[in-house]
């Protein structure tokens, strides 16, 4: 069965260092999205991302956050400058008519 | 702005039993709707959904009811077996949006006892 798929299952990196999330989506699906949840907290959308360019973004998705999909087939979150409240569970899905997660990335800020 | 509601943070049921799980929503624009189950530290994984244009929508043990007057939908687990123990997050969609995002609630926790 086709699936999302997330790397690093964790990354641990120093505040202000820059980070690389990566995912590979379900091949025929169009629309991908990526989504965090703080611990503790309700799952939030970050970005979404259709026909190689960002559709809409939320207030989190500041100027230090990127998506790219470099090659047709991996889809990135670069996050440039690393604060701590950006830890966080990363989660990158696609989307025909269900949304389709990976099992996330986590993100620890020290 | 709270779109989507899942006004109860917790659910305990006996095994066998019957589990419904309760979602409220206000964007009138939702015209399609899905449900998660979720384990801390894992992804959110796909049970169900349903289109605004049924009002039921069946799937093995789980059945999913929109009341579309009400802006409410329900998940039905039966039988609830001790493997159902999760957070439960339903999701509202524009689908024919142009980003088509889903809006997440803030979860329930099912406990399913043996």
């Known amino acids: 069965e086709p699936e999302v798929t997330q790397t690093p299952s964790h990354q641990v990196t120093q505040m202000g260092q820059e980070v690389i999330l990566r995912c590979v989506p379900i091949?025929?699906?169009?629309?991908f999205y990526w989504y965090r949840q703080i611990l503790g907290q309700k799952v939030e959308f970050l970005v979404s991302?259709?026909?190689?360019?960002?559709?809409?973004k939320s207030e989190i998705f500041d100027d230090q956050f990127s998506v790219e999909r470099p090659d047709g087939s991996n889809f990135t979150l670069k996050i440039r400058s690393t604060k701590l409240e950006d830890s966080a569970m990363y989660f990158c899905?696609?989307?025909?008519?269900?949304?389709?997660f990976g099992q996330g990335t986590r993100l620890t800020v020290v | 702005d709270q779109q989507v509601k899942q006004n109860s943070p917790s659910l305990s049921v006996q095994e066998g039993r019957i589990s419904i799980l309760n979602c409220d929503y206000t964007?009138?624009?939702?015209?399609?709707f899905l449900w998660y189950k979720k384990y801390p530290a894992e992804g959110p994984t796909f049970l169900i959904s349903i289109s605004s244009i049924k009002d039921k929508n069946e799937d093995g043990r789980f059945t999913v009811f929109l009341n579309k007057s009400a802006k409410h939908l329900s998940l039905h687990i039966v039988p609830s077996q001790p493997g159902d123990s999760a957070v439960y997050f339903c999701?509202?969609?524009?689908?024919?949006?142009?980003?088509?995002?889903?809006?997440f609630g803030t979860g329930t926790l099912l406990a399913v006892q043996p």
């Open positions: 964007n009138s624009m939702f015209d399609y």
């Open positions: 999701a509202g969609s524009n689908y024919g949006g142009a980003t088509n995002k889903l809006i």
């Open positions: 091949s025929n699906h169009l629309y």
């Open positions: 991302f259709y026909n190689n360019e960002i559709s809409e």
């Open positions: 899905a696609s989307r025909t008519a269900e949304a389709f």
